[in-house]
């Protein structure tokens, strides 16, 4: 099976095309507001048209449809690639079983299993890239503005600001550029006025993907080598929910009630509750099940190595005053990377407007964090993901 950090690595490449939108959309807006600034109110409204829907505007569409059209795609050859590796992990059972073992290239009905899923997937993504907006703060309200039309809306309210002369040009445009910057582009349910970054929601929802996949294809695979039971996987960082159970093994009926959160199931004399716990493999769980001969297949981890496992994560480091499991430091890993995101995409916002003030105020604040995500790490012993930071058009600045 794909490991977590290879799942994640294949997650980054859909997150990168996103960032580069989020760039483009940036910059361009920023050359505009530039361009705007230095016109005077007529000169403004008479290049107005051409803003809208010129070469700018094409340039933003154009990378919209591409970054949709690539990544769309690239979900489908991921979920065939996580489930060639399940497959060739449940091999092993098939020959314990003298059972005919098909593979991949010719077993069709897996084929249509895994494309039925990828599907699922697909579909999500694409219409979280169309109910995508921009989130800014107006008139103490959030206002949520498509893709589509963030061009037009921002170089209007440059427009208005030249005319109405309440506020400088200036404090307006840097006002309305660190809130784009801010929050991103988003993906926004309008009915529950639920939003989130897109590039987190589609980490999350591939992420999620591929580990129900290859839920369903164990569940699949076990059905032909007729597997009793589950183990759940182990990694070293588990959410408080999930810690006492990664690692075991459960019966089939066993499983599905800690999945249905229905009753607690007795384990070698130990009760694991699933109420008010996330199912396994979904939000942001990094957790998932192979299927098992229960009595034949060995636990891959002894109850001792499991204890310690729990026993270094509680027992964590210290931090700035505060002590944090190991799992609490990946969380804050995890905020610090997000910061830092926030900020490069603030500095090249700046960088296109040429607003020198705030560029070399998001470089000092980009360079104290990451200063303290590399302390954070070498006191955690937790490894860095420094992808999770990296922000496509971002440039170091040299500052006073």
């Known amino acids: 099976m794909l490991s977590e950090k290879v799942k994640e690595r294949l997650a980054e490449t859909l997150v990168d095309r996103i960032e580069e939108l989020n760039t483009t959309i940036l910059e361009e807006i920023g050359k505009s507001i530039k361009k705007v600034g230095k016109l005077s109110t007529t000169q403004a409204y008479a290049i107005l048209q051409e803003l809208r829907y010129g070469s700018s505007y094409r340039r933003i569409m154009t990378k919209l449809k591409q970054v949709t059209n690539l990544n769309e795609k690239q979900i489908y050859e991921i979920f065939e690639e996580v489930a060639k590796q399940d497959q060739n992990f449940a091999k092993q059972f098939y020959k314990f079983k003298r059972i005919k073992f098909i593979p991949y290239e010719e077993n069709e009905i897996l084929k249509r299993q895994v494309n039925a899923l990828a599907k699922i997937t697909a579909n999500t993504y694409v219409n979280m890239i169309q109910s995508s907006a921009f989130m800014t703060i107006e008139n103490g309200k959030q206002v949520f503005t498509p893709l589509s039309k963030i061009y037009q809306h921002v170089v209007d309210n440059a427009v208005l600001s030249l005319s109405q002369g309440r506020e400088s040009y200036d404090t307006i445009m840097r006002k309305t550029m660190r809130q784009l910057a ?136 210290n931090f700035e005053g505060k002590h944090y499991t190991l799992y609490e430091g990946t969380q804050l890993q995890r905020q610090i990377e997000t910061k830092v995101r926030t900020l490069k995409d603030r500095q090249i916002a700046a960088v296109s407007m040429g607003d020198l003030d705030e560029v070399g105020n998001c470089q000092r604040k980009i360079t104290q964090l990451t200063h303290k995500y590399q302390e954070l790490c070498n006191k955690s012993g937790l490894l860095p993901k420094n992808i999770r930071m990296q922000v496509s058009g971002y440039r170091r600045r040299k500052v006073a």
């Open 182 to 317: 801010n929050n991103g582009i988003r993906t926004v349910d309008y009915a529950s006025n639920t939003h989130r970054r897109l590039d987190s929601a589609v980490r999350m929802n591939l992420l999620d993907g591929m580990r129900n996949l290859s839920n369903e294809l164990q569940k699949s695979l076990g059905n032909e080598f007729g597997a009793d039971g589950v183990e759940i996987t182990v990694h070293s960082y588990p959410a408080p929910d999930h810690a006492d159970i990664q690692g075991r093994q459960f019966s089939n009926e066993e499983y599905e009630k800690l999945q249905n959160h229905d009753i607690a199931v007795d384990y070698q004399g130990q009760k694991y509750d699933g109420a008010d716990k996330r199912k396994i493999s979904e939000y942001n769980c990094y957790h998932t099940i192979f299927s098992i001969v229960l009595g034949v297949s060995k636990p891959i981890y002894s109850n001792k190595e499991l204890k310690q496992i729990q026993k270094e994560n509680k027992d964590g480091f």
